[in-house]
């Protein structure tokens, strides 16, 4: 069994900044891929960003260059800065990892919210 549980998320004015954290705990050996999604309400979910064990990124162009994902593999943690946030990002942020002979697994969610 798996559980990823996220913290972080809030309240903020445009142009604000926020940082999610994703922890993973439970039996598994290894992480590979972790990443964040979101969706917006009406919306369907949509990715965030991902990052490989290697590190190697990749992120929605909707978001590149105001948000960064990073991980601490000793913490089985994921991490999302997002800068210069706009009320259009506005959504419930859901971490995702997946986990070699565990299956992939989500987060419950977090609320990010960006007022005007």
């Known amino acids: 069994q798996v559980q990823l549980v996220e913290s972080g998320g809030g309240l903020v004015q445009a142009g604000g900044s926020l940082r999610l954290s994703c922890a993973a705990s439970?039996?598994?050996?290894?992480?590979?891929?972790m990443g964040w999604y979101r969706q917006a309400p009406g919306k369907q979910r949509e990715l965030v960003a991902v990052?490989?064990?290697?590190?190697?990124?990749n992120y929605a162009d909707s978001v590149k260059g105001r948000f960064t994902i990073s991980r601490d593999n000793a913490k089985n943690t994921v991490y999302l800065q997002m800068s210069s946030l706009k009320p259009e990002d506005t959504a419930v942020y859901y971490c995702n990892g997946q986990f070699p002979g565990a299956g992939d697994y989500w987060g419950q969610g977090t609320q990010v919210t960006v007022s005007s």
């Open positions: 439970g039996s598994f050996f290894s992480i590979n891929v």
């Open positions: 990052i490989t064990s290697a590190g190697r990124t």
